[in-house]
């Protein structure tokens, strides 16, 4: 399993527009193969929106990131940003879940 997390800066009044756009392209790119879950979520002083993703590889978010640049989403979404999106993949190693326990 991998996830990737993203990180985008933004003004206070382009975050609900943000979130809209993260949205908006997840019908499509959530329905690729190996897209495990994703979830959104936005800082309370409205400066930031974080896209959590799992895959289940590398190659599997690779081809997220093609059909992403492909299909134009990433230019819908950044365009609401400051700056460039802060992404970096990561291997999960350990998990604690409550509601399991």
């Not at 002083?45 to 093609?66: A, P, W």
């Not at 940003?81 to 509601?99: F, N």
């Amino acid at each position: 399993m991998i996830t990737v997390i993203n990180s985008f800066a933004c003004e206070p009044e382009q975050q609900e527009n943000l979130v809209r756009a993260l949205r908006d392209a997840a019908p499509e790119l959530g329905a690729l193969p190996g897209i495990v879950a994703a979830t959104l979520h936005r800082s309370l002083d409205g400066t930031r929106v974080v896209n959590h993703v799992q895959v289940r590889s590398v190659e599997d978010y690779e081809n997220l990131r093609k059909v992403g640049q492909t299909k134009g989403y990433f230019d819908r979404i950044t365009k609401f940003a400051t700056g460039k999106p802060d992404a970096h993949v990561y291997e999960v190693v350990d998990t604690r879940d409550r509601a399991a326990a």
